[in-house]
């Protein structure tokens, strides 16, 4: 939140004087009406004083403005401890002439009133006080006790009326407190001369939870915020939470952010989260969501860069417990300063004071990643209507930052998940589902993108295992059985393995039989072939026996004619012969 | 401005110790209501206290300071030191029956 350090003079507007009160000055613009006096009211305990002391110490220490603290009530001790635990020394700023206090006691019984009076006395007193420091800043707080004290009101009306003309007149910032009034915003009608500018302070109890609120009624020559806002009282003082929905104007980034689990990341389009999206988680109980939260902070830690994480339901060392036994140590980012944790029950205070307290928190740590756990315990501060407004506000807050918030949610049975969460899914930007999936007498743990928006995203169910390791997205079996988890997933797995087994036997045993069948058929070509290399020879044989037949037949013939001693001539069948 | 009151104060209540009433009436410069609240003072302690009171005057323009020490508020207002316990009455003591109640010289009544 930017600190207002310097009274900002809008071409126009008026001068302001900044309060030094975070939230405060931004509401106003920069503070309150500079050399004009300011109205402050508010019922019992709401914190008026605490609120206009910060005003006059911030003012010295912060702002170099010396300050009258004029106080008509006897200031409790814890107001003087609460201030000394802001850091500041009153005493130490009175000894250096840095602060006037002036304690005005008032009792009725005390004095006898004769004749006609004015109150010259506290016109002397405070220009005194304001002289004698060169004050710039004055606070009368409360200035009705006046009221009671005095019994002429004609008189007081009148000297207030003056006072508060003295006091424009002396160019001094003021801020004049006064208790609420039935109906009216003081109980004494002091707005009436109080008009530049009028701050509302209420502690409204609702359902047992208290939320003080803050609400600049009135401003004169100048804009202000008109809603009301939160506020908290710690040990910082008072922070004013300016925290409303700015409108959809955050820059929208398409750098990604790891979830820590490498399947998930895989499902988005294989990168994980959009930087400064919001992410919810929803689930049954015991669904994993918590682990999953801690893988994602680990991996935000492990990148470097700093995760905040308010869990409503768990304390810090059972988070870190519960995580470790699935292999998520988040004990070293916690000691490194890159994770730190904020536990409170939901029931510690309304709900817009617990939005009040995160965005402090998160100013302050300046996260990354801001973690909620679960983000249904929240609801249960308030109504419906208005978790939804107090997240709408946190939400549009975080992406104006360009935060990445990771919420869980925790739904009840079945059917009715999608549409009790439909307040709020509007503003989600990834919403992922964890659901147990009851299939052959064992629960397991199934999950799956409800929706991914400006991302393509995995349809599939995925098997979501919780091991030793850390979290495991595991594909589920898919097949003719239907959709199966778990053992059941793994006996299928077995059982499609055995029958592959199997199968491969088979085909070796088919494969050989087919090489001895193709064996005994080469075999019987080899015989074939023989044959017929057999019956050529035989053949050829054949033939040459035939023709040595005829040569030994003719020389035969020869042989017996010329031992006859034939001639040529002598025979028919032998003239042939004789001519070739 | 701050004109070491003390130094004035002081020597007013050492006389004073030996007179039974010490009365201070605080004002604020010369107003009509300051003339007239001395005027009436006066007379009362005239009559009904000759002889035994002291009034001291202090006027807070020029001692501002001193306006705290006894928590004054309005002006004018008396303030009855001596006898104890401190008594104090705003107003131009116009109204006698009124101081003479506030100075415990005549029963609530």
Not at chain 1, 277 to 303: D, E, N, P, Y
Not at chain 1, 323 to 348: K, N, Q, Y
Not at chain 1, 479 to 491: E, F, K, M
Not at chain 2, 83 to 99: A, C, F, W, Y
Request: one cysteine or more; glycine letters at 8%; hydrophobic letters at 40%.
């Amino acid at each position: 939140m930017p600190a207002v350090n310097k009274p900002s003079n809008p071409p126009g507007g008026i001068a302001k004087c900044p309060t030094g009160i975070v939230g405060l000055d931004q509401i106003t613009n920069g503070g309150l009406p500079r050399g004009r006096p300011a109205l402050l009211c508010g019922g019992a305990g709401c914190g008026k004083t605490l609120l206009a002391l910060e005003f006059v110490v911030r003012g010295t220490t912060q702002f170099d403005e010396p300050g009258v603290f004029v106080s008509f009530e006897e200031m409790s001790d814890e107001l003087a401890d609460n201030v000394r635990s802001l850091g500041f020394d009153l005493d130490d700023l009175v000894k250096r002439k840095k602060l006037a206090m002036d304690y005005v006691r008032l009792e009725r019984s005390e004095i006898e009133e004769s004749g006609d009076y004015d109150l010259e006395g506290l016109f002397v007193r405070l220009n005194h006080a304001i002289d004698s420091i060169k004050a710039k800043r004055v606070v009368l707080d409360t200035i009705e006790t006046l009221f009671s004290g005095l019994s002429n009101t004609d008189i007081l009306r009148a000297e207030l009326r003056r006072l508060f003309r003295w006091l424009k007149d002396k160019g001094v910032t003021a801020v004049i407190t006064a208790e609420k009034g039935e109906g009216t915003l003081t109980r004494h009608g002091i707005e009436e001369y109080v008009s530049d500018c009028v701050i509302v302070l209420d502690h409204r109890i609702h359902d047992q939870l208290s939320t003080r609120r803050l609400r600049v009624v009135k401003y004169r020559g100048s804009a202000h915020g008109t809603n009301e806002y939160p506020f908290i009282i710690d040990e910082e003082g008072i922070s004013v939470l300016p925290v409303t929905s700015v409108g959809l104007e955050h820059a929208a980034t398409t750098a990604r952010i790891s979830s820590g689990v490498a399947r998930l990341d895989t499902m988005l389009s294989g990168r994980g989260f959009f930087r400064g999206s919001s992410i919810l988680v929803s689930g049954t109980a015991g669904t994993g969501k918590t682990s999953l939260a801690c893988s994602f902070a680990r991996a935000t830690c492990q990148s470097g860069e700093r995760c905040l994480y308010f869990a409503f339901e768990e304390s810090p060392a059972q988070i870190m417990r519960n995580v470790r036994s699935v292999g998520i140590d988040l004990e070293p980012f916690t000691v490194g300063g890159l994770l730190s944790f904020h536990a409170s029950r939901p029931s510690l205070y309304g709900l817009e004071t617990h939005l009040a307290v995160m965005h402090k928190r998160i100013d302050a740590f300046k996260p990354s990643v801001v973690i909620i756990d679960p983000v249904t315990n929240m609801m249960t501060a308030g109504l419906a209507r208005d978790a939804r407004s107090v997240l709408l506000r946190l939400i549009d807050y975080l992406k104006g930052l360009q935060i990445t918030v990771f919420m869980n949610s925790l739904t009840h049975d079945g059917n009715t998940i999608e549409q009790s969460e439909v307040e709020i899914s509007s503003l989600i930007d990834t919403w992922l589902f964890v659901r147990d999936i009851e299939l052959g007498g064992e629960r397991n743990r199934g999950m799956y993108i409800l929706k991914s928006r400006g991302m393509a995203h995995s349809n599939q169910i995925r098997e979501f295992v919780l091991g030793r390791q850390g979290i495991e997205l595991v594909d589920v079996y898919l097949g003719p059985a239907g959709v199966l988890t778990g053992s059941a997933r793994i006996a299928q797995a077995a059982k499609e393995h055995a029958l592959e087994t199997a199968g491969r036997r088979d085909l070796k045993r088919q494969q050989a039989e087919m090489l001895s069948k193709r064996k005994a058929f080469e075999a019987q070509i080899a015989a074939l072939q023989a044959q017929i290399l057999a019956q050529d020879q035989a053949t050829e044989h054949l033939v040459a026996d035939t023709q040595a037949n005829v040569s030994r037949g003719q020389l035969e013939r020869r042989a017996m004619a010329l031992s006859r001693k034939a001639d040529s001539g002598g025979g028919r069948t032998n003239g042939k012969e004789s001519r070739k | 401005m701050t004109k070491k009151s003390p130094a004035r104060v002081k020597p007013a209540v050492a006389a004073a110790s030996g007179c039974a009433w010490n009365l201070r009436l605080y004002v604020a410069g010369r107003t009509s209501k300051s003339v007239t609240a001395f005027e009436n003072l006066k007379r009362i302690c005239e009559e009904h206290l000759s002889g035994q009171y002291e009034i001291e005057i202090i006027d807070l323009i020029e001692h501002p300071q001193l306006a705290k020490g006894d928590q004054i508020l309005a002006l004018p207002t008396l303030v009855r030191r001596l006898p104890e316990p401190i008594k104090k009455i705003i107003g131009d003591l116009s109204n006698t029956q009124r101081v003479l109640v506030g100075l415990d010289l005549r029963p609530q009544a």
